[in-house]
């Protein structure tokens, strides 16, 4: 079964700092990848996403991804954080049509 | 609607009480999923609806949980007999038959059983 993994729980940075969220994913079969963001006590956002074609996604607010077959990796960033873009990030992948998420990251940005 | 329309937003209920949690889908979605978030569990994936297709209830944590789609719109999720553990927030999302890998996510029903 397909599946991600998130390296880092919980990530500070400083305003207009840059931040980079790690996501490594394991998939025998084709890959499809996404991140989301949650806001406190809002749904997910759909921030960006991999189906195909350029390895670098280019996604809302600012956000970029790398999708990295070789290290199997799908690492969101970001050059610039805003204290707005605090929030829990969640990658993802999905299998058909089911989606299967990682634990998420904590995003705490400070001035 | 413009997006996917959860409620309550908000329950508490006492344990062994039986809830139901709605879902309204974006207009033309034709696929329906349920999540539930809670702490230490992370996202899990609890049912999928698809047309007229039987759906994936895979997901689904015992007996007690159900769901239906009614005339492949409108979701509604049922717990009963509710217990402590169910305790968590239900998410609710769409996807249209063109991005079917892309889901819109309503913001969620906070579920307290005492």
């Known amino acids: 079964a397909q599946s991600v993994t998130q390296l880092d729980s919980q990530v500070p940075v400083f305003e207009e700092a840059p931040v980079e969220l790690r996501c490594n994913y394991s998939?025998?079969?084709?890959?499809?990848l996404f991140w989301y963001v949650q806001y406190p006590n809002q749904g997910l956002q759909l921030l960006l996403k991999?189906?195909?074609?350029?390895?670098l996604v280019k996604g809302i607010n600012g956000f970029e991804a790398e999708f990295n077959k070789s290290q199997t990796s799908f690492h969101l960033r970001k050059p610039s954080v805003h204290i707005s873009d605090t929030a829990e990030y969640f990658c993802?992948?999905?299998?058909?049509?089911?989606?299967?998420f990682g634990a998420g990251t904590t995003v705490t940005v400070r001035a | 609607g413009a997006g996917v329309s959860q409620s309550p937003s908000n329950k508490v209920t006492e344990k062994g009480k039986d809830v139901e949690l709605r879902c309204d889908p974006i207009?033309?979605?034709?696929?329906l999923y349920w999540y539930r978030q809670s702490l230490g569990q992370g996202l899990e994936f609890l049912i999928y609806?698809?047309?007229?297709?039987?759906?994936?209830k895979s997901g689904l944590p015992s007996d007690r949980f159900s769901a239906e789609r009614t005339g492949g719109s409108v979701s509604t999720l049922t717990i009963q007999r509710t217990q402590q553990e169910d305790s968590a927030v239900y998410l609710c999302?769409?996807?249209?038959?063109?991005?079917?890998?892309?889901?819109?996510f309503g913001a969620g029903s906070r579920l307290t059983v005492l």
């Open positions: 993802a992948t999905s299998n058909d049509y089911k989606l299967s």
């Open positions: 207009s033309g979605h034709t696929a």
């Open positions: 998939s025998s079969v084709s890959v499809y």
């Open positions: 991999y189906l195909s074609g350029s390895t």
């Open positions: 999302a769409s996807s249209a038959p063109a991005e079917a890998n892309v889901l819109t």
């Open positions: 609806f698809q047309g007229n297709s039987a759906p994936d």
